[in-house]
Nanobody, 115 residues
């Protein structure tokens, strides 16, 4: 089992930046990849960024060049740096981890970008 706890959401003006953090605990060594997803009301969650244990990253087209996913293995924490934020980035953001058998979700953190 893996437990994920996000922090760092909030309200920011368009053009601003936020950094989300996700602290992982439990069976850390079983994790194969980590990701950030977001969800708006009435929509399915969308993965916006992912990173493998080997360090390979991938981004949704809508955030490429503005968001950066990274990790700190010593702290068992991974991050989503969000720059040049737009009102359409407003959503609940979740951190995710998968171990090849299960897909884990954090509790979510609200990000609101005002215009």
């Amino acid at each position: 089992q893996v437990q994920l706890v996000e922090s760092g959401g909030g309200l920011v003006q368009a053009g601003g930046s936020l950094r989300l953090s996700c602290a992982a605990s439990g069976s850390i060594n079983s994790i194969k990849s980590m990701a950030w997803s977001r969800q708006t009301p009435g929509s399915q969650p969308q993965v916006v960024a992912s990173i493998t244990t080997g360090g390979s990253t991938d981004y949704a087209h809508s955030v490429r060049g503005r968001f950066t996913i990274s990790r700190d293995n010593a702290k068992n924490t991974f991050y989503l740096q969000m720059d040049s934020l737009k009102p359409e980035d407003t959503a609940v953001y979740f951190c995710n981890a998968e171990d090849g058998e299960y897909y884990y979700w954090g509790q979510g953190t609200q990000v609101t970008v005002s215009s």
